[in-house]
Structure formats: C-alpha cells, structure tokens
C-alpha cells in the first residue's frame, strides 16, 4: 500500500503566485515525521521543511510553510510568491520506525515548473 | 547544515566490471547511513540502511550480494556495485544521520550517476 502519495505529477504556476502541493500519507504509528525536499536537476536532495506528528502548529521556514492536517493525514507544502529558481522536483517524505531503524519514504514527487 | 560527500559525482563503466562508491560525513559522526537508488523521472527507492560497525539491512527485493554495503567507520560507507549490467545504471544517493543527538534528520549527499554500457 502507498504510504505517501503525491497526486499532482505536473504543477504550472505563474512567478509570484503562491502554490500548494499536496501530500498525503498513511502509518499507524502515532509518532512519525513529515519531511518536503526540493530536488533540482542537479540531483542534490534538498531539505525544505520538518513538520513532527506531535507538533501543534504548522511549520513553515521562509517562504515555505507545511499545511499540516493531522485527522486528514495531509501534508501539504505552501510555496509563498513563487521564483524561477523554485522549478524542480519537489518530493514529501514520512519518517518512520522500522524493525529498530528510522527510515524516510518519499512519494512520487510533483515536478513545478514557474512561468515568467 | 550537516555537509554529506559522495564520490565519484558520475562513473560509466563497462558492463560486468564492479563499481564502488564512497558517502561521506564530513562535519558530524554518523551512526547511521541510508543508501537510494533513483531511476530516471521517478522517486527515491531505500535499498539498505548501514550502522557503524555491523551489517546492513537490505529492503526486500536489492540484492545484497549485489549491493555490497560497508560502514566501517562513522563517516565513511561504501556501496560497491558488483559485476554492473545495463539495468543497474541509476542514480544513487546516500543521506546520513548522526541519531537521536542529532534530531534524527537525515542529510543527503549529492548522488552518484552510474552509467553501465
């Protein structure tokens, strides 16, 4: 079964518009961890935002902010006056335990792309 | 933030010969490694997770005789492709983590783009 799902293969949005992508996920364990990273074509994985599954309030860092609702099993990411530069692979991943080991499991990712 | 290196950055092989590479911490101690396999316009697959000092656990279905993990200290692990075919062409990341002292966050090396002909 997915555990994270990512339904948007492909966003277009405008430079300067705000965009959402969404993420939803599945676990039964009731401490776990949301991650977005942003992967240009370079390849490199960045890190954009941590939200935990016991934090109360959403996190957000910078531009970025994690819509985060928990009864949903909802994670979606919030990109604020979008640039150029925020074209890329953008993937949400769950962090979980696993027989001792903590261990991320990404989704299939959304590729954005920014129109001047 | 924590600085991760892999080397090489690409290598093209020729098909049977054995591939190794190299993910390092530079910054921090790392109690834990992961190592990713990536193939073309598609997501990030775990194939091992390697602690310092004992043997990886392998995901179902890499092959570890294949895949040969080693961590032998705590910044250095290695992922040796072995007798490489047209098929294990990808990219691989490797991410790192220093544990619970650390926050348990894991950061990831550039990659490694492998290309077997």
């Known amino acids: 079964a997915q555990k994270i799902t990512q339904t948007q293969p492909g966003m277009f949005v405008q430079e300067k518009e705000a965009v959402t992508l969404d993420c939803t996920y599945d676990t039964s364990d009731p401490s776990y961890g949301l991650f977005w990273y942003k992967q240009p074509s370079s390849g490199e994985m960045i890190f954009l935002i941590y939200?935990?599954?016991?934090?109360?309030q959403n996190a957000t860092e910078g531009r970025y902010s994690l819509n985060f609702q928990k009864a949903r099993k909802s994670a979606n990411l919030v990109i604020s006056a979008s640039q150029l530069g925020d074209s890329a692979m953008y993937f949400c991943?769950?962090?979980?335990?696993?027989?001792?080991?903590?261990?991320?499991?990404f989704g299939t990712g959304t590729r954005l792309t920014i129109i001047p | 933030g924590a600085v991760v290196s892999q080397h090489p950055s690409w290598v093209i092989c020729k098909s049977g010969t054995s591939v190794k590479i190299e993910c390092r911490s530079l910054d921090f101690q790392a109690t834990t490694m992961f190592w990713y396999r990536q193939f073309p316009k598609q997501s990030l697959m775990l194939m091992a997770t390697s602690n310092e000092g004992s043997k990886a656990t392998y995901e179902q279905g890499v092959e570890k005789d294949k895949f040969l993990i080693n961590h032998a200290s705590l910044t250095l692990s290695t992922l040796t492709v072995t007798s490489a075919h047209p098929e294990d062409s990808s990219f691989y990341i490797c991410s790192a983590t220093p544990g619970l002292a650390g926050g348990n966050e894991q950061f990831f090396g550039p990659g490694t783009r492998l290309t077997v002909l």
């Open positions: 939200q935990g599954s016991y934090d109360q």
């Open positions: 991943a769950m962090r979980e335990r696993s027989f001792g080991n903590e261990k991320l499991t």
